[in-house]
């Protein structure tokens, strides 16, 4: 089955810069990779998303990049603020019949210091 | 967007006693849906897949006789983890649909 390796486990950044993360997936039938950002008790929450027919995409201050070759993605997150700090999840997918069936990296915390 | 709903959102009981979560899909029919479980400070582990009007499909290392799944309609799925113990407390979640995927609110399990 598939399985999703993401680094680094917690990550600390000053407010205004930039934060990365990065995740590896093993099968190559997965076609849509997800972000999520989850808060404490809460359901994960959507931020971005990208399918394996494309490259790059961004969304104000979120970017995902897609290698599928390497079949690596990374989440780019500029201009960091407070509020952005959470624990935030990769994960891969394949899509068999209706539904989207994740698996998920094991997460980032990223705490955004003032 | 698509509402997914859980109940209930949270349940203490007692170890040995059985506990129902329910998860419905509000606004859609859902043919099938997800089960994931979150232990403290970890990720998401898939559980199993329910499927309307068959049987559920476990990931392995998932006793279906302890977690069973039903899911009887197109906007309800149920998980019943049965003879639950302390070791079953923990987060959890159901989805359906996607991309993108919708997630229900998440039931806390603590088992006493």
């Known amino acids: 089955g598939e399985n999703v390796e993401q680094h680094p486990s917690t990550l600390s950044v000053q407010e205004g810069d930039s934060a990365v993360i990065k995740c590896t997936y093993s099968?190559?039938?997965?076609?849509?990779f997800p972000w999520y950002k989850q808060e404490l008790g809460k359901r994960p929450q959507l931020i971005i998303d990208?399918?394996?027919?494309?490259g790059e995409k961004k969304d104000q201050r979120i970017a995902v990049t897609l290698n599928k070759t390497a079949k690596h993605f990374s989440l780019h997150i500029t201009e960091t603020q407070p509020e952005d700090s959470a624990v935030y999840f990769c994960?891969?997918?394949?899509?068999?019949?209706?539904?989207?069936?994740?698996?998920f990296g094991t997460g980032t915390r990223l705490q955004v210091t003032l | 967007g698509a509402v997914v709903s859980q109940h209930p959102s949270w349940v203490i009981c007692k170890s040995g006693t059985s506990v129902k979560i329910e998860c419905r899909s509000l606004?859609?029919?859902?043919?099938?849906m997800f089960w994931y479980r979150q232990f403290p400070k970890q990720s998401l582990m898939l559980m199993a897949t329910?499927?309307?009007?068959?049987?559920?499909?476990?990931e392995q290392g998932v006793e279906k006789d302890k977690f069973l799944i039903n899911h009887a309609s197109l906007t309800l799925s149920t998980l019943t983890v049965t003879s639950a113990h302390p070791e079953d407390s923990s987060f959890y979640i159901c989805?359906?649909?996607?991309?993108?995927?919708?997630f229900g609110p998440g039931t806390r399990l603590t088992v006493t």
């Open positions: 606004d859609f029919q859902a043919t099938t």
């Open positions: 329910s499927n309307e009007g068959s049987k559920a499909t476990y």
């Open positions: 099968d190559s039938a997965s076609n849509y």
């Open positions: 989805s359906a649909i996607g991309p993108p995927t919708y």
């Open positions: 994960a891969a997918s394949t899509t068999p019949g209706t539904a989207s069936k994740l698996t």
């Open positions: 990208i399918r394996s027919n494309v």
